[in-house]
């Protein structure tokens, strides 16, 4: 799914936006997409998810840096992590320690990454 969601941000950057940061006709693209779609696939298609799915792609715009071992919940939780530096080290961190959403969660609102710099 996580793949299929990259595929879908990329589209619109892409494609509809033409690689710039928004595309000339704003918000209305997102709406427009969302109520085509919203009918046919259902809520994982909202305005909020789509908005999702661009800036999935636009934070991990190379697809070798997907890892399988996370879920889609997981990326959505590291997209709201700030630096390229923090991202790489949760994710690491899920990997090799094999945290579910919720211990992933519990290590970002820690701050687990400043506390072991401050270390």
Avoid: C
């Avoid at 969302?34 to 298609?45: A, D, H, T, W």
């Avoid at 997981?74 to 959403?101: C, E, H, M, P």
């Amino acid at each position: 799914m996580s793949l299929l969601y990259w595929h879908i941000g990329k589209r619109i950057f892409e494609e509809e936006q033409e690689g710039k940061d928004r595309a000339d006709y704003g918000m209305f693209l997102i709406k427009y997409l969302s109520e085509q779609l919203q009918p046919e696939f259902g809520s994982g298609f909202s305005v909020r998810q789509i908005n999702l799915y661009r800036q999935f792609y636009r934070t991990f715009e190379n697809v070798p840096t997907l890892y399988a071992q996370l879920s889609w919940s997981q990326y959505k939780l590291l997209l709201s992590v700030d630096s390229q530096d923090k991202r790489v080290f949760y994710i690491a961190g899920t990997i090799k320690n094999n945290w579910t959403l919720r211990q992933l969660e519990r290590q970002i609102y820690s701050h687990l990454y400043e506390r072991l710099l401050l270390s």
